[in-house]
Structure formats: structure tokens, C-alpha cells
């Protein structure tokens, strides 16, 4: 059975910095990639970041990149969204979600639609407030 569950959501003061953490079971970790998305009161999911465990490859929404870093340890079948300079807009709960790669997957084409993917945790809040 495929499971993810995320943690390090916290709240933190515009400008600060948070680690959330995506572990992963049940799947062969560099078969699959992990999207972030995240979801704020009244408004859609929207894609955060994305990373293809086999190759490393990440894609990241515009609002942010530069900001924004995605990385995965194979050892620990966990996935990592390192966020910087954040900002009140940021404030959502954030989920991760993994996708079987297959055929022609790419995190830039397939990874930035959530429908894609199968698999779900259940979220971490992420509040950005003074």
C-alpha cells in the first residue's frame, strides 16, 4: 500500500524559512516522482514543485521558483520542500502526492497537473502571518 505523509508545517513570520518533509512506503522510490501542491482557503490545489526520483529532474511554479528547493533521499524514501523567504500568500495546506513514471512523464509536462498523480497524503499547514 502506497503511503505519504508529511510533516514540518508551522507558522512562521514573512521571510522565515521551513523544511516540510514528504516519507514515503510501500512503492520503489526511484520508480515514482513527488509533487508538492498546496491548497489555500477558497481557492484550487495548485502545483508548489515537483522532483522524478530517478533522475532528479524538479520543475517548480513560477510563484516559487528561486524561492523554493525540492530534493529526495533515496535512503530515507523521503522527499524534501525547503522554502525560503516566504511569504503571507504561501499560507495553504500542503500536500504531497506520488506518480508511478511511466512512458513519457516529465515533472515540467505531466507532474504540474494533480490529477496525475495516485497517491496522496493527508496535508500539513503552512501559515506565513506577522
Known amino acids: 500500500e502506497v503511503q505519504l505523509v508529511e510533516s514540518g508545517g508551522d507558522t512562521v513570520p514573512p521571510g522565515g524559512s521551513l523544511r516540510l518533509a514528504c516519507t514515503t512506503s510501500?512503492?520503489?522510490?526511484?520508480?515514482?516522482?513527488v509533487g508538492w501542491f498546496r491548497q489555500a482557503p477558497g481557492k484550487e490545489r495548485e502545483v508548489v514543485a515537483c522532483?522524478?526520483?530517478?533522475?532528479?529532474?524538479?520543475y517548480f511554479a513560477d510563484s516559487v521558483r528561486g524561492r523554493f528547493a525540492i530534493s529526495g533521499d533515496n535512503f530515507k524514501n523521503t522527499v524534501y520542500l525547503q522554502m525560503n523567504y516566504l511569504k503571507p500568500e504561501d499560507t495553504a495546506v500542503y500536500y504531497c502526492?506520488?506518480?508511478?513514471?511511466?512512458?513519457?512523464?516529465?515533472?515540467?509536462?505531466?507532474?504540474?497537473?494533480?490529477?496525475?498523480?495516485?497517491?496522496w497524503g493527508q496535508g500539513t499547514l503552512v501559515t506565513v502571518a506577522s
Open positions: 510501500g512503492f520503489t522510490f526511484d520508480e515514482y516522482a
Open positions: 522532483i522524478s526520483n530517478n533522475d532528479g529532474s524538479t
Open positions: 502526492a506520488a506518480s508511478q513514471m511511466i512512458a513519457m512523464w516529465r515533472c515540467n509536462s505531466y507532474g504540474r497537473t494533480a490529477s496525475r498523480y495516485g497517491s
